[in-house]
Nanobody, 121 residues
Framework: QVQLVESGGGMVRPGDSLRLSCVASGNIFLVGGMAWYRQVPGKQRSFVADVTSDGSAAYADSVKGRFTISRDNDKATMYLQMNNLKTEDTAVYFC???????????????WGQGTQVTVSS
């Protein structure tokens, strides 16, 4: 079994910062690309940022210049540093990872349970 566990969410004021973490554990042979998505009630889950296994990152336009994604492959952990948070960043943030559970196995997508981020004055 594979588990992704997010942490670091909370309630902050506009302009504040938060750092989210996502730890992958379980029967893991290889972790490929990892990503953050977010979802607000009544809307589809949307892409925030992703990072390849060699550290190449991409961001949604709405978070460029404010959010930074990174990962520690030795710890099977991904981070999202969120600076200058805005009220429109309020959402549940989900971790996604492409994981293979055995040698030469396919990379399958796994999701965490989500962590709430609320930005309010």
């Amino acid at each position: 079994q594979v588990q992704l566990v997010e942490s670091g969410g909370g309630m902050v004021r506009p302009g504040d910062s938060l750092r989210l973490s996502c730890v992958a554990s379980g029967n893991i042979f290889l972790v490929g690309g990892m990503a953050w998505y977010r979802q607000v009630p009544g809307k589809q889950r949307s892409f925030v940022a992703d990072v390849t296994s060699d550290g190449s990152a991409a961001y949604a336009d709405s978070v460029k210049g404010r959010f930074t994604i990174s990962r520690d492959n030795d710890k099977a952990t991904m981070y999202l540093q969120m600076n200058n948070l805005k009220t429109e960043d309020t959402a549940v943030y989900f971790c996604n990872a492409q994981i293979s559970t055995y040698h030469y196995g396919d990379l399958d997508p796994y999701w965490g349970q989500g962590t709430q981020v609320t930005v309010s004055s």
